[in-house]
């Protein structure tokens, strides 16, 4: 793989970057990290967020090494339990930081300007798609549209409906929203999350984090709405 | 969801964290978050990086939001081109980075005291095991293993192998670097990536990290091995 | 100078900071410094603060390289215009920032908990000392505590003197505050920054940072009162 | 002082960054700061560095609070020992850090490209200055140039010495770096500091920062010569 000067900055950005990490975590400040290798990980929160490079969990919550585990793909979706053997990276995540790591807390964190929830619009509208995996992929959230443009029936408006899409392809909050309740919906069907959130030793929360304004919404755990924090 | 005190006290951690964010990249230096909003992501790079706490990849390589397209799933596993319609995240992550936004390089980053590669040896030792996801999950990586642990045969030396295994246990670093070998290669089934590689538009990169003392390894472009890198 | 190993570990712990500095600010992102190497400072902001370790102006305002000229002596203090040819360190600043940088702003940052101003205040007690330069340094606020303790007179009550210096002592927040505006007095007695400021081109500025819970206090511009800042 | 929108842009960063601040230190990680307001601060560590705004003893060494106690000046100097009962800002810090803090290390940090060793170039090659305060106090490191640039004398050779002082004007490096050398050496005068350092319990540090290599340099503790470290 030899590659021209120009292609290869952002790699080498990287390697310096890695080179400051070192010198922050094994040199100048060696204490957590070497606890952190020496007694593995303990975690108190699974966050599952977007494959979005604006939105790193890390860096929006100022976390340290050993906070979180961090499962991310795109649009943050969590698909429904579904034990057949195959491969699911997503599930095998949440059940190695339920069951192995117990920790306390699942976050789902969606954003605005989410590209996969754009995605999920256009496949709804019926815009011809030419991919093998983002649109079955982001298809998990497609109950979260629902309410807001109905399944295409025979008898409906087709002008309508037109001006509906054009509305949420505008202004996908609502859907983007929608569909991290529809993934902490789908935490709820594995088993081991359930039985841990209803003995208490286990919390879902659902957040957004509104991109354009900086602020945080947050279902509230009573009225269950969407709520901007603080 | 109403909870306790003490359990509470991660979440409100991560909320204080937001709350710097927000200073920080709205108030204090608000262009380049700005920027990201107005022209939308354009990472060069696409990181398939491991959900562990330790090894976060912005924090491991001082990245600013918008620099990296992130996967994290457990081992930073990718898995073979499947096109069969159904829930394949990494393989979504993978499709969107490379043909939507288009980036030069695909890092996959392992790691050294990888959970999940321990969980890929166990499975191999045949000892039993209880989880729905994980094993078939990090049997993705299950041809890493072949050189060091051949496929249990009826005529195997049950000693001799179960001496290898424990060196094995006790020494991952070879199985972790062969599953990131695994994964670049997986990642060439994708016709997508095959076809960008090929035209020199696209570079691999495998890394591995070494938790224990900070170095990064990485497979070197010419011999395809890995080596210390710096 | 040769040195055990105890203590050496601070020296070695800021030398592997200077790596990390190098790493971050030559490698990983050279441009800003770049910048400032070529085309030289050009700090809008003069800063002078207190030379306690917990009260580190960058730390506390988040700045990058380039943003501040910094002055940090005992107590955050400005002694009055006095060009007499001796050596007057935190003048020279001042001179420099303003008539060679040409600052918009001058900000004296005091905070709680300061050192220098509990010796202020054990200096107007009567207490006995024992250095040769804190006491005359920190005596240029001496003005600060008039209002609060009038100079020992022949009259006094002294049991009730007594009283208000424990409260003070207690309590020096007042005094804090107090200096902080002396020193923001002085500075107008220097020609070269009160043409400025009479002219509309520069503005001082009297902050308070309260150490304990965090707060940041600052004279208001109209009331010419400290009160809580946001 | 109103002031207009433009010009109140650096102050409201700041004000933004103290909110940074708060969030990080109180609020996400609060142990550290509560044990430095509970405990008061113990720095092993006193600096002296410039108040230039590219070369922040903090940002250049990764501190946290509580680390360093600093000094900042112009040029970074250190003043000989001269108990006059006037006003010495940076000797009082050098009391309190030494005789109260009882730090075990003085560090003086120079810099490339510094403002202040510039004008004393041109003070001893007799430029005219309109200046009150930044001459003299730049003359404490006079000495620091005469192996360079021997004072006038009614005989020299008057085109050599212009050269000569065209050449350090153009690479200074020697001359901050014996300026360093020069205030170590009046560190030595001050009697508290220099039984200390006999008694084995306080080290002196010469460093320049190469502010365009980003290279450190520090006074060999054998040979007392300047050498990169690393």
Redesign the interface.
């Known amino acids: ?3 021209t000067r120009d ?1 290869d900055v ?20 060696p204490d957590s ?1 070497r606890q ?2 020496e007694e ?2 303990k ?3 699974l966050m599952i967020g977007c ?6 969990p ?17 649009a943050n ?1 969590v ?1 429904p ?3 057949d ?13 339920v ?2 790591l117990q920790v ?2 699942v ?1 789902v964190l969606g954003h605005a ?1 989410c ?2 929830i754009q995605g999920l619009i256009r496949l709804r509208k019926g815009e011809p798609d030419q ?4 649109s ?3 298809s ?1 959230a497609s109950a979260a549209l629902d309410p807001y443009i109905p399944p295409a029936q025979g008898d409906t408006d087709e002008e309508r409906r037109k001006a509906e899409f054009e509305r949420l392809q505008q202004k996908p909050d609502v859907i983007e929203r929608a569909a991290v309740r529809t993934s902490v919906d789908n935490l709820m069907t594995f088993p081991f999350v359930r039985e841990r ?1 209803e003995a208490g030793t286990l ?3 659902g957040w957004w ?1 509104d ?6 919404w947050a279902i509230n ?1 009573q009225t269950k709405m969407f709520e901007p ?2």
């Open positions: 793989m030899p590659h292609q952002p790699i080498r950005q990287l390697l310096a970057g890695m080179k400051g990490f070192r010198a922050r975590y094994y040199e100048r400040r990290m952190l290798v593995g990980q975690p108190k929160i494959s979005d490079s604006r939105v790193d890390a860096l929006l919550t100022q976390a340290e090494p050993g906070e979180m585990f961090v499962v991310r793909n795109v979706l698909p339990y579904q034990p053997g195959s491969y699911h990276g997503t599930s095998a995540a949440i059940e190695y930081a069951r192995v306390s807390h976050i300007l590209g996969g991919n093998d995996f983002v079955p992929w982001v998990i959130v919390e879902l929360h984090f991109l354009d304004s900086g602020d945080l755990s924090v603080d």
